[in-house]
């Protein structure tokens, strides 16, 4: 039997990192379909509704893009969606008129505080370092 060396021991230990997330993901994205949401979409929500404390007040959407894992434009697609859908609200920022801020709405605070015991039995459930399965569950 080889011997691992450093760098083997890192990808491998890499690649399961990968498979957690995407395991985690697919599963957040399963339970919040029927309401609508995927794991993305909640992770946008969580932020928000963690980030202001009451209705109105609003983020930068340029702070949102260092906090999620997507790239500008499909950040910018998904609160498109929200938007649409009356979670979210953009406005332009007055200060400095390329800014965008993004504030929930009601609708959108009431939906997170709906699914987020959701999300977060999934986290549990799957990262709270029981014992699982060879699915990871």
């Known amino acids: 039997m080889a ?3 450093a760098d083997a021991r890192l990808e491998e230990k890499w690649r399961d990192i990968l498979s957690v997330h995407a ?3 697919c599963e957040i994205d399963r339970v919040l379909h029927p309401r609508g949401l995927g794991a993305s979409d909640f992770e946008v929500l969580d932020i928000l509704a963690s ?3 009451g209705e109105g007040e609003h983020c930068r959407v340029q702070n949102l893009a260092g906090r999620v894992h997507l790239s500008q434009s499909a950040l ?3 609160i498109g ?3 649409k859908d009356g979670l979210v609200e953009r406005s332009v920022c007055v200060e400095d008129r390329r800014g965008v801020w993004v504030a929930l709405t009601g609708k959108g605070r009431a939906l997170h505080a709906e699914v987020q015991p959701l ?3 999934v986290l549990a459930r799957l990262l709270g370092g029981g ?3 060879s699915s990871g569950r």
Request: charge should be positive.
């Open 51 to 53: 980030e202001s404390l």
């Open 81 to 83: 969606r929200l938007e």
């Open 131 to 133: 014992a699982t399965d």
């Open 76 to 78: 910018s697609r998904l």
């Open 23 to 25: 395991r985690t993901m």
């Open 3 to 5: 011997v691992k060396t």
């Open 119 to 121: 999300q977060r039995e």
